[in-house]
C-alpha cells in the first residue's frame, strides 16, 4: 500500500516568488493535514481538512498561504509570495478517523527561501 | 491555548543506557501519541494513549500516560544505535477542533 506522497521534495526559490506543494493522502483517509516544521522543532498544524472541507485553518497565514483539496483527495499548499522565514518543511499527512489514530505523514517538502 | 512541552530537549547516552523523556500538559489530554523521526526523516507513528494511567509496552519501549491525563512518559531500556532520533509526543485535548500539539520533540543521541 503506498504512504503519503508529496512532491516537490525539495524547492529552492528567492522571497517574493509562489511555490505549490502537493499532497497525495493513503486511499481511504478522509482527514488530511498539512504542517509546518522548523529545524529542531515539532510539526505545527496549518490546516485540516475533512474530505473536500477545510475544518480547521486557524494556523494558516491567509495573507500568503492558501489550500486547496478539490475533490478530497489530493491536496494542494501555495505560498505567494514567499519570505525568508517560510524556510521550512511542509509536511502532509493523513489519518483514518479524524483527530484520533495514528497521523501517517508524508516524507515531507524542505522549502528553502533565498 | 494547549500547550505541550517536552524534556530534555536533547539527551546523550551511551549504547546500552536507558533513556526517558518526559511530556506535560497545560490541559487534560483525551488522547497522546508518540512519534519517532529519524535524522532527515519524517515522524512515524508508535503508539497511542487513552485511559488515565495507562501503561503500554513496545519491546524495549514503555509507554506511561498520566492518572490526571496531564502528563506522558516514553522509556527506552538498553538503548541502542537504531533508537537514535527525535521523539515526539502529542497530545489532544479533545475540544471542539481537537488537533493534535506536538511538542518540540527530546533529540537522543546513542555513542556505541
Known amino acids: 500500500e503506498a504512504g503519503v506522497v508529496q512532491s516537490p521534495r525539495y524547492k529552492i526559490i528567492e522571497k517574493k516568488q509562489p511555490v505549490a506543494f502537493w499532497c497525495n493522502p493513503i486511499s481511504g483517509h478522509n482527514t488530511l493535514y498539512w504542517y509546518l516544521q522548523n529545524l529542531g522543532q515539532g510539526p505545527e498544524l496549518l490546516i485540516r481538512y475533512e474530505n473536500e472541507e477545510a475544518v480547521d485553518d486557524s494556523q494558516l497565514p491567509k495573507d500568503r498561504f492558501s489550500a486547496e483539496r478539490l475533490k478530497g483527495v489530493d491536496s494542494t499548499l501555495k505560498i505567494q509570495p514567499a519570505e525568508l522565514g517560510d524556510s521550512a518543511v511542509y509536511l502532509c499527512a493523513s489519518s483514518f478517523l479524524s483527530n484520533t489514530g495514528e497521523l501517517f505523514f508524508g516524507e515531507g517538502s524542505r522549502l528553502t527561501v533565498l | 491555548g494547549q500547550q505541550v512541552m517536552q524534556i530534555p530537549q536533547y539527551q546523550h547516552v551511551q549504547e546500552g543506557e536507558d533513556f526517558t523523556t518526559y511530556c506535560n500538559s497545560s490541559?487534560?489530554?483525551?488522547?497522546i501519541q508518540w512519534y519517532k523521526q529519524r535524522p532527515g526523516g519524517h515522524p512515524v507513528f508508535l503508539i497511542q494513549l487513552v485511559k488515565s494511567g495507562e501503561v503500554k509496552k513496545q519491546k524495549r519501549l514503555t509507554f506511561q500516560f498520566g492518572e490526571a491525563k496531564k502528563n506522558s512518559s516514553l522509556h527506552i531500556t538498553a538503548t541502542q544505535t537504531t533508537d537514535v532520533g527525535t521523539y515526539f509526543c502529542a497530545g489532544s485535548d479533545g475540544g471542539s477542533q481537537g488537533n493534535l500539539i506536538f511538542g518540540k520533540g527530546t533529540k537522543l543521541s546513542v555513542k556505541p
Open positions: 490541559t487534560t489530554l483525551s488522547n
